[in-house]
């Protein structure tokens, strides 16, 4: 029975009370209705009558409800008053409507909507009859839709994509605060707008028939597209987007559902890794040819002075032998003079060794071996150096050592290759518990630090060292002002995995 037929019973239950004298045939008529749920009260409030919706309902028999008030046997607490109030009404000689709750015999609580009327005999009101329905499936489905768009609306509150919902003309119907805030309007003027506003004026024609086409689709067959394009900001600014079409059916037809990313950080991070790619691609060109360059240097050294200095010594020696017989002054003035070629000859292979692996970082440790390095860079260059050590720690990894000297060390032939002016050089080393900091600081005439990392492979290489143990370079200078080189080297930066 719909709400209207079953309004239309119930008004008509005080006059069948009325005119009807035979109780009997009162009670079929008023058991006849299955989910009409009527009740007789008397001047009291007590129970008359009892339907059989209503028994069914609450689990009350006639007679375990018969003589008892309406309020001690089916209301909850907060519901007498109200009722009270409408049963008075009702003896007054007006009816009254309003929703209650009842509590059944099994303790649920199911939520009635209920009418008061009077039953007249002439001028005298003798009953007042209850009639209602049972609306708790209505109401829980209406809380249901509720909690549903509570939850739809702070989702698109919440949502940090853009969500944008525009009808078949291509009017933008609804604009959640991620797409007011991307495109730079407020809610009362984003709303209304055609959403051809938010696409660059070459693009508009091509989105139309687009839009179009997609709107044409049952909701079921279109589920969603994806595309990136330039979107139009409120000021007229362009911004990459990736844009997600869908589409869904409401009464008034189909709605065109976009989900829009900002991508621009996207883009910018693409590039990055693209630009980086290319360096590094352009650095592995350079370290090869730096490779090759290196071990003609090293072959080089090894046969034009190591192989030539011990050929001259050889022959030397030979010389001496043949010769044991010259004065003693003259012997010992050539051996003093092989003593001297083979000093410097130990120096070079030192030099040379150091250059290719700076053995003393592993058996004297960080501090001498830059002090070393320090004093060959003073007597090559000329060039006064301060060597300043605080807090270093005792303990310092092999692989973080390593690393803090050869950035050291190929600052300083930057140095002197470039900085030749320089009136002083000041090294200084300073450690905490996390890590070491290394800043070379010179005098020199600076340079700019962007055109000689894009072209210097000396640069890069730093770079290169102390990003693969997670540490940090920055290089400071300026034309006339010297520079300075600051790098940071965690403890526990990446890997031992040798020089």
């Not at 290196?294 to 001259?312: C, T, Y």
């Not at 000329?382 to 050590?389: D, Q, R, S, T």
């Not at 300083?412 to 090294?427: M, T």
């Amino acid at each position: 029975m719909s709400s209207k037929s079953r309004q239309h019973v119930a008004h008509g239950i005080p006059a069948l009370l009325s005119e009807w004298k035979t109780p009997e045939t009162v009670e079929a008529i008023l058991d006849a209705a299955k989910d009409l749920l009527v009740m007789v009260l008397d001047h009291e409030g007590r129970i008359v009558h009892f339907n059989r919706a209503c028994q069914q309902l609450t689990g009350y028999s006639l007679e375990e409800a018969r003589g008892s008030a309406l309020w001690d046997l089916l209301l909850a607490p907060g519901a007498v008053p109200p009722t009270k109030a409408s049963f008075q009404e009702a003896l007054c000689g007006t009816p009254t409507e309003l929703e209650t709750l009842w509590v059944t015999k099994e303790g649920r609580c199911p939520l009635v909507s209920c009418s008061y009327a009077p039953v007249h005999e002439g001028s005298r009101i003798d009953y007042v009859v209850q009639t209602g329905y049972d609306v708790t499936a209505r109401y829980q489905a209406k809380q249901k839709v509720q909690e549903s768009e509570a939850v739809i609306r702070a989702m698109l509150e919440t949502a940090s994509q853009a969500i944008l919902a525009v009808d078949g003309s291509g009017d933008i119907k609804l604009a959640n605060p991620a797409a007011q805030q991307m495109y730079g309007y407020a809610a009362n003027e984003i709303v209304g707008l055609p959403l051809e506003k938010l696409i660059p004026k070459p693009l508009r024609m091509t989105y139309a028939a687009y839009l179009k086409k997609h709107l044409s689709q049952h909701p079921m067959q279109g589920l969603s597209t994806r595309l990136e394009m330039n979107c139009v900001r409120g000021d007229g600014t362009e911004f990459p987007a990736e844009v997600t079409l869908s589409s869904l059916s409401i009464t008034e037809g189909t709605l065109g559902v976009a989900f829009v990313t900002d991508i621009t950080e996207r883009r910018r991070n693409e590039a990055k890794v693209l630009d980086y790619q290319e360096q590094l691609r352009k650095l592995t060109a350079r370290l090869l040819a730096s490779q090759e360059r290196g071990n003609r240097q090293v072959a080089r050294e090894l046969h034009d002075v190591f192989s030539q200095e011990l050929v001259g010594m050889s022959m030397e020696i030979w010389s001496i032998k043949e010769n044991l017989q010259a004065p003693e002054e003259e012997l010992r003035e050539r051996l003093a003079e092989l003593g001297r070629k083979v000093a410097r000859m130990a120096v070079d292979i030192h030099r040379t060794s150091r250059n290719l692996h700076p053995a003393a970082v592993e058996e004297l440790g960080l501090e001498p071996a830059l002090r070393q390095e320090c004093q060959a860079f003073e007597q090559r260059s000329g060039i006064p150096i301060e060597l300043i050590v605080t807090d270093l720690p005792s303990d310092i990894p092999v692989h973080v050592a390593l690393c803090t000297y050869r950035v050291a060390q190929e600052s300083l032939r930057n140095i002197h290759k470039h900085a030749s002016d320089s009136e002083r050089v000041r090294v200084s080393l300073l450690g905490n518990a996390d890590g070491i900091t290394l800043r070379v600081e010179d005098t020199g005439d600076g340079f700019d630090p962007n055109s000689v990392k894009n072209g210097g492979l000396g640069l890069i290489s730093m770079e290169e060292r102390v990003r693969l143990v997670n540490g940090k370079l920055a290089v400071q200078s300026e034309q006339g002002e010297g520079t300075t080189l600051t790098a940071y080297i965690p403890l526990g930066g990446g890997n031992d995995d040798g020089d």
